[in-house]
């Protein structure tokens, strides 16, 4: 087992079934690590050990690394930027439309396939103990939020618009507008913002 957990040690915490054959660890000890709790399944052929210094950034890592163009967004970002006091029980993960269907045994995922206009713009990565988190920065998720606004509801999408407003540092009108006419959303944003800030 100190043969193994060096491995995943050496890979930050994660390691892929094929890179632990490539080292010679038999199946056998890696059914009896997952058995024993040792290590966790994230999906077929990706692992992550159990005991490792992860910091309050594990699931976003997992996410990340499960699936290079993974990008952590909506509710997931809003909350992760303080926008919304909403908890969402599960990651909102962005992915080109383009993508294989994409499923975690964990953490529990909603995924969203965004066209290329919507995927490409936006993304901040955040350099974490527990991995590289890619995550859409304030001004996309709140056009995001927009876009998706029948579906998450009204009160959370104004309640991260007031919240992004009432930041001294970190707000950025002519930024959000510009991310705003690129995901279409120009004309709702700007009624709710005129509204805000009259």
């Known amino acids: 087992m100190e043969k193994l957990t060096k491995i995943f040690r050496e890979h930050g915490g994660y390691a892929r079934m094929i890179e632990m054959k490539n080292q010679g660890i038999h199946t056998r ?6 058995k024993e709790g040792i290590i966790d399944k994230i999906k077929p052929g990706l692992y992550k050990l159990v005991n490792y210094s992860w910091d309050e950034h594990e699931s976003f890592a997992t996410v990340c690394n499960a699936n290079s163009k993974a990008i952590i967004c909506l509710l997931s970002a809003a909350a992760y930027w303080k926008l919304t006091t909403f908890n969402p029980n599960q990651i909102d993960v962005a992915v080109p439309h383009s993508t294989d269907k994409f499923k975690l045994n964990y953490p529990p995922i909603k995924v969203y ?5 919507y995927y490409d713009l936006g993304m901040d990565e955040l350099k974490t103990k527990s991995g590289n ?4 920065n304030r001004e996309k998720t709140i056009c995001d939020l927009f876009r998706y606004q029948k579906k ?6 104004l309640e991260s618009l007031k919240s992004y407003l009432s930041e001294r540092k970190n707000k ?5 507008m510009q991310y705003a006419e690129n995901n279409n959303v120009a004309k709702k944003v700007e009624i709710f913002l ?3 800030l009259s």
Do not use: H, Q, S
């Open 29 to 34: 000890t890696i059914a009896r690590a997952l």
């Open 113 to 117: 396939y965004f066209i290329n206009k």
């Open 133 to 136: 988190v890619r995550i859409y």
């Open 152 to 157: 998450i509801g009204e009160d959370i999408v």
């Open 172 to 176: 950025n009108i002519p930024k959000l």
């Open 194 to 196: 005129k509204g805000m």
